[in-house]
């Protein structure tokens, strides 16, 4: 269980920068800090998808808490106002937080000690707040909530505006909240003894992330109600926002499913689970043991605990899309669902935690919006077309299936469903597809023009590519590789001899071409772009690591060594491998300040936790799996424990500093950082 004292949370400073995070299965979510206040446009206690997974709308934005003892107030709330004002102060009252396994926050006020739970539930949007009141015997109190509503597009912000909201519609135990022209309604169940109209405007809120990011910061939000509940010891106060018919005997229904949902996931996830899985039919990795494997573990109390908290990490990514098919949100709180990052982590998220179902319905998802043989690079927000400017997630894709199919050998599957998209991934891309992506004579793959980014090294700021890597970027070959030998030996399980001999003959010329291309001798590694002239990009960078890395690796031997040494020795850090090398004139250390200023550094030193994936992986192959090389990675990813208390509380970050002490930054939760260290924890080291 990850907690903080009341020390901890008595310190504005670090508590406003640990924020926790609850999502319903939907795209939606509810999330804040341990202190209670919002230092985001994305904090809310209902950021609803509607529809889901990608329209997100910020309904309920936070309850503004008081306890009446004797006349005397105790505001447990905590809010930065314009001009830098922290008032009311409820921080000062906390004493404790905890997940366990969803947020549980602890106040003392007065005589009174105050327990309150914030669950999302699954499948719908709707949070549920619960707080329950321990005091001596005949002790009396009552305790006021004003909601504190925004309904507002969760990338905006909102404003006082007259008569923007329709008058509440109060019924015993329930009201509804509508704005003008603004779709969903929000719904509030409670089981308070009163409800009176309120109608109040909160000016001037500061939220100091958005500060921090260069962006507008300022918020007005609409107080519709004031709920009265009178309490004493053993009370229990239930309030639950939604955007459908709900009731206060919901919020206990909700919490209690939600335990025992959460409970199955980390059951199934579970090193013996995952085995279990494996058992169905499964197969390893060529020497390496199986998941859920004994061989070379070592004694660790905390692991299973630790290895619990990725699991339900893991779980806040997993969504719906549509009625029956399922998809990866990429980030929280701003990233919607990515071809990208849902391929990369789609083994990790759901083939090491058994979660078989969830990547059929990911993989149907995606294989369902094939176009030209390329898979879309994001789903927007708003349900406009999907979006195709990738090179690398179609090949991604191809290697989740393969992957799939090893760890489950459900053949009829991929034969009814997958085989033919992949056998079209191939050919659109041997004869060109968009963006001018095609394999060239020397059967590599080029890709891209001046105007576009396909690599997921994609900063674009107006016309200036911050790393342009036109022409044939080396993870792109690995990639390419990778997918011919998993489509050929697809092939050859299915008695496809003609589809089996070209993918064999092309992967043949692939990789002697790459391997004359693409290696620096001077360096000792490998170029991180070859431009359609012939330039090569020496720039060290992490891209190589996929060379090795693979499943069917396009570099091996002393080469494979000298890559991954490379990387550790310019590259690694305790959180990732570095987008660049320090020794470069053009590294950045630090990701902050403005947009210009992050976007500049994003791909130009900034770690990326999720490489520790690949570099992991990696380092235990050109090592034969040594004890020694396990103990080292094992290090490497214990550095993870620590970090699920820093700044998305159980959660791993997008991204940390390329300098010490390599401060966390971008998205707090993160699925591909997660995915990746879930998966080496479970495949890898255990």
């Known amino acids: 269980m990850i907690s903080f004292d009341e020390g901890e949370c008595g310190n504005l400073e670090t508590s406003q920068r640990r924020e926790w995070l609850e999502t319903n299965g939907l795209g939606g979510y509810a999330s804040s800090t341990v202190a209670g206040e919002n230092t985001r446009r994305y904090h809310g206690l209902l950021v609803a998808a509607d529809p889901p997974p990608t329209r997100r709308v910020v309904l309920l934005s936070k309850l503004e808490e008081v306890l009446?003892?004797?006349g005397e107030r105790f505001e447990i709330s905590t809010n930065r106002y314009e001009p830098d004002v922290v008032s009311p102060r409820g921080y000062l009252s906390q004493t404790g937080f905890r997940l366990d396994p969803f947020p549980v926050f602890t106040f003392r006020a007065g005589a009174f000690e105050i327990e309150k739970r914030v669950v999302a539930a699954h499948g719908r949007n709707a949070t549920a707040v619960r707080y329950t009141f321990r005091a001596p015997k005949d002790a009396r109190a009552t305790f006021e909530l004003r909601p504190l509503v925004a309904f507002r597009d969760y990338h905006s912000l909102a404003h006082e505006s007259q008569d923007i909201f329709l008058d509440?519609?109060?019924?015993?135990?329930?009201?509804?909240?509508?704005?003008?022209?603004?779709?969903?309604?929000?719904?509030i169940a409670h089981d308070a003894r009163a409800v009176s109209v309120e109608g109040l405007w909160y000016r001037n809120f500061i939220y100091v992330e958005e500060k921090a990011r260069g962006f507008d910061f300022h918020e007005d939000l609409f107080n519709p109600c004031l709920l009265t509940f009178d309490v004493s010891d053993g009370a229990t106060c239930n309030v639950v926002a939604a955007t459908d018919i709900c009731t206060a005997r919901d919020a206990a229904a909700i919490e209690d499913e939600e335990r025992a949902r959460r409970a199955r996931l980390v059951a199934v996830g579970s090193p013996v689970g995952a085995k279990a899985g494996e058992a169905e039919g499964g197969e390893s990795r060529g020497g390496e043991p199986s998941v859920g494997s004994d061989a070379g573990?070592?004694?660790?109390?905390?692991?299973?605990?630790?290895?619990?908290?990725?699991?339900?990490?893991?779980?806040?990514?997993?969504?719906?899309?549509?009625?029956?098919?399922?998809t990866v949100i990429a980030g929280y709180h701003w990233f919607t669902d990515w071809g990208r990052d849902t391929m990369i982590s789609l083994p990790g998220l759901a083939l090491a935690t058994g979660r078989f179902r969830e990547a059929r319905e990911i993989l149907l998802a995606f294989a369902a919006n094939l176009n030209q043989g390329l898979i879309p690079n994001r789903f927007p927000d708003a349900g406009e077309q999907p979006e195709y400017n990738t090179a690398d997630a179609t090949l991604w894709l191809v290697n989740a299936v393969g992957e799939y199919l090893r760890r489950t050998q459900d053949e009829t599957f991929v034969r009814e469903k997958l085989y033919e998209p992949l056998r079209e991934i191939i050919s659109w891309h041997e004869r060109g597809t968009h963006y001018d992506m095609r394999m060239t004579e020397d059967s590599l793959l080029r890709a891209g023009n001046v105007d576009v980014q396909l690599t997921w090294m994609d900063v674009k700021i107006g016309d200036y590519l911050v790393t342009p890597r036109t022409g044939k970027p080396v993870e792109i070959q690995a990639l390419w590789y990778n997918a011919l030998r998993t489509v050929e030996a697809i092939a050859r399980?299915?008695?496809?001899?003609?589809?089996?001999?070209?993918?064999?003959?092309?992967?043949?010329?692939?990789?002697?071409?790459?391997?004359?291309?693409?290696?620096?001798?001077?360096?000792?590694?490998?170029?991180?772009?070859v431009g359609d002239a012939g330039e090569a990009d020496d720039c060290v960078r992490p891209n190589q690591i996929f060379a090795v890395s693979l499943p069917h690796a396009i570099t091996t031997g002393e080469?494979?060594?000298?890559?991954?040494?490379?990387?550790?020795?310019?590259?690694?850090?305790?959180?990732?491998?570095?987008s660049l090398s320090p020794q470069h004139?053009?590294?950045?250390?630090?990701?902050?300040?403005?947009?210009?200023?992050?976007?500049?550094?994003?791909?130009?030193?900034?770690?990326?936790?999720?490489?520790?994936?690949?570099?992991?992986?990696?380092?235990?192959?050109?090592?034969?799996?040594?004890?020694?090389?396990?103990?080292?990675?094992?290090?490497?990813?214990?550095?993870?424990?620590?970090?699920?208390r820093e700044a998305g509380v159980g959660q791993i970050s997008e991204i940390f500093d390329g300098d010490a002490p390599h401060t966390p930054r971008g998205c707090v939760a993160q699925a591909w950082s997660?995915?990746?260290v879930l998966r080496c924890e479970l495949e890898e080291v255990n």
């Open 68 to 70: 009446v003892v004797g």
């Open 168 to 187: 509440s519609e109060i019924k015993p135990g329930a009201l509804r909240v509508g704005r003008r022209d603004f779709a969903p309604s929000l719904r």
């Open 297 to 326: 573990a070592s004694p660790d109390e905390g692991r299973a605990d630790y290895i619990a908290s990725l699991v339900r990490a893991a779980d806040q990514f997993v969504v719906r899309r549509g009625g029956s098919l399922s």
């Open 493 to 529: 399980r299915f008695g496809d001899d003609a589809t089996r001999n070209r993918c064999r003959s092309i992967a043949d010329a692939a990789r002697a071409s790459f391997n004359g291309l693409f290696w620096n001798d001077a360096a000792n590694c490998l170029y991180d772009c």
């Open 559 to 578: 080469r494979a060594r000298a890559v991954v040494e490379c990387c550790e020795r310019e590259l690694l850090t305790p959180y990732g491998l570095r």
């Open 585 to 644: 004139p053009d590294y950045r250390g630090r990701y902050e300040g403005d947009a210009y200023s992050r976007d500049t550094a994003y791909h130009q030193g900034t770690v990326w936790a999720w490489l520790i994936g690949a570099f992991v992986t990696a380092y235990l192959r050109i090592n034969d799996r040594s004890p020694e090389s396990l103990e080292k990675a094992r290090g490497w990813l214990a550095n993870f424990r620590a970090h699920l």
């Open 674 to 676: 997660v995915a990746e």
